[in-house]
């Protein structure tokens, strides 16, 4: 999807719109049964200098949010970004082939964790709720073999890491510790339903 482009999903009593381009996103937000539009922000996601991964994936949801809102001035806006830390490091979207054999080479081994913010913006009064969640995975020692297989059966050079771990690359690790199980892909969703019910929206009361 281009960054201009938006994707209908239908029109809730309180319009939601996620403000992404991740079809790894979309399709966990799918999950929970709302209708909501989808438009990816145009923002700057550089790294500020001096702050950390944690710090990083909170302040760009909320910035994803905010870009959004402007076109959407009634909404409530879902942001949300993941940045991986290893051993203190940022790791984002490799981007290209060489670049996502040089991060599982770096993450072979260690245990990499996956920071993941959610920012929910009531573009009408300007509150924002924002939330973080971690995901510890420990990764496997990945030889060059494995490796080169990995990308070559899966498409992850969009994905933090390297990792599409929603496929083939839980292949990749000795184990994964967090309380939701879907914020290594990319949306917790148990936290996305924790800002929505703030907002004043139940999934569980929606009509069908």
Request: proline share 5%; charged share 25%.
């Amino acid at each position: 999807m281009s960054k201009t482009a938006a994707k209908t999903r239908g029109n809730p009593p309180r319009p939601l719109v996620l403000a992404s381009g991740s079809r790894y996103r979309a399709a966990l937000l799918d999950r929970i049964g709302l209708p909501y539009l989808a438009r990816a922000p145009d923002i700057d996601e550089s790294t500020l200098a001096g702050e950390s991964p944690a710090e990083t994936c909170v302040r760009l949801a909320e910035a994803k949010a905010r870009a959004v809102a402007v076109h959407h001035p009634d909404a409530l806006v879902l942001g949300s970004d993941q940045v991986a830390d290893c051993e203190g490091r940022h790791v984002g979207k490799p981007g290209t082939l060489a670049g996502a054999k040089e991060q599982l080479r770096a993450q072979s081994g260690r245990s990499v964790t996956f920071h993941t913010g959610v920012a929910l913006l009531d573009a009408a009064t300007g509150r924002c709720w924002v939330e973080r969640v971690d995901v510890v995975s420990r990764f496997r020692v990945l030889n060059e073999g494995e490796i080169d297989a990995y990308l070559a059966r899966e498409n992850a050079l969009d994905c933090a890491g390297s990792v599409r771990s929603e496929a083939l690359g839980i292949a990749l690790f000795e184990a994964i510790e967090s309380d939701d199980p879907t914020a290594l892909i990319g949306l917790p969703l148990i936290v996305t339903l924790k800002l929505l019910r703030r907002a004043g929206v139940d999934v569980l009361a929606q009509p069908r």
